[in-house]
Structure formats: C-alpha cells, structure tokens
C-alpha cells in the first residue's frame, strides 16, 4: 500500500506534512479568491456573506469527497489479496457512490454560487435542494462516523447563509413594488 493512502501515517507526520492542511488552505484561498471578486462588484453584506459562504461549502464536500473517493479506490486497488480475479465489493461500491451522490450535490452549490454571484436568484432554490439532499445523506451518518456530524453541521449553516440571500431578496421585491406603486 502506498504511503499516502495509509490513514495511520498521518498521526505520525508533524501537521505541515498533513495534505488534508494543503487541501483546506486550497479551499479557503479559492473561497477568498471568490468573495474578492464578489467585493469588486460591489455586492452587498448579505449577498457577500451568503454567496460566500455557499461557495465554500460546495468547495468543502466537493474536494473533499473526491478524495474520499480515491482514497477508497485506491485502497481497493493497492490493498487487494492477489487472487488474480477482482472481486465485487458491495462495500466498496457503496462508499463509492455515496461520495459521488455528495460531489454532485457540491458541484450544484458551487454553480448555484456561481449563478448568484451573476444576479439570479432562482439558484438559491438549487442550493437549498442540494442541502437538502446533503442532509438527507450526512443525517443517518451521525452515529456511525463524525464525519455525518461535520456535514450536517456545514449543510444546517448553508441553509442559514441561503436564508441570508433569500432576505435580501425579500428586501429588494419589496422596494420594487413600492418604487411601482409610487409611479402608478
């Protein structure tokens, strides 16, 4: 098995030669790279918060469950009995697909970010099934492994950033209504 997919070594590496360390520091410098762009345009509190915010998140179980998935694969191909024959492994196959089920649901924050980033506002009803969905998966997860925990936790804050965004948007139909029915 390679060294890097041991899950021991990492308990004995000093925390810089910890990759999971260089893939949050990726996380956050792509946040931060977003929510610059976002300042430059202008955007308001809410909007800069929220959107932020649901960028990091799709950001967060995107990479993340990538590197569950090839972490698992890679532990099937390396750390496989030489039988010769490759044997199905429902185990296998299910931790696969759950990681996949999660990176999709990532990959509709991040466009769901990226879409209010561009000024529509019918991507926070895609960012709020995607929660959903991480929800409906990380919530049964809870007693069988911490990870559940993390992810209902960031998905619960998600839902909080979303209603962030879909308050301004409240704010802002109102004064259109009434900028309308001061012209008529």
């Known amino acids: 098995m390679p060294w890097f997919l041991n899950p021991n070594i990492y308990h004995k590496l000093p925390v810089y030669q910890n990759p999971e360390l260089y893939l949050f520091i990726f996380k956050l410098v ?3 790279v977003f929510a610059g762009l976002l300042w430059k345009r202008g955007s308001g509190a809410r909007q800069l918060i929220g959107t932020t915010y649901l960028f990091f998140y799709g950001t967060f179980i995107t990479v993340m469950l ?4 090839a972490v698992i694969l890679g532990l099937r191909v ?9 044997a199905y492994d429902f185990h296998v196959f299910s931790l696969v697909f759950l990681g996949s089920f999660l990176i999709f649901q990532g990959v509709r924050a991040l466009r769901a970010a990226v879409m209010l980033k561009n000024g529509d506002e019918t991507a926070s009803r895609e960012a709020r ?3 959903y969905f991480v929800l409906a998966v990380a919530v049964p997860l809870i007693p069988i492994q911490f ?3 993390i992810l209902t936790l960031f998905s619960l804050l998600n839902l909080g950033a ?3 965004l879909s308050a301004r948007t409240d704010v802002s139909e109102k004064t259109t209504a009434e900028k309308t029915l001061a012209t008529a």
């Open 30 to 32: 792509a946040t931060a």
């Open 129 to 131: 099934r995607a929660t």
């Open 147 to 149: 990870f559940g925990m």
């Open 162 to 164: 979303i209603k962030l």
């Open 66 to 69: 990538f590197m569950h998935n």
């Open 78 to 86: 390396f750390d496989r009995p030489d039988t010769g024959a490759a």
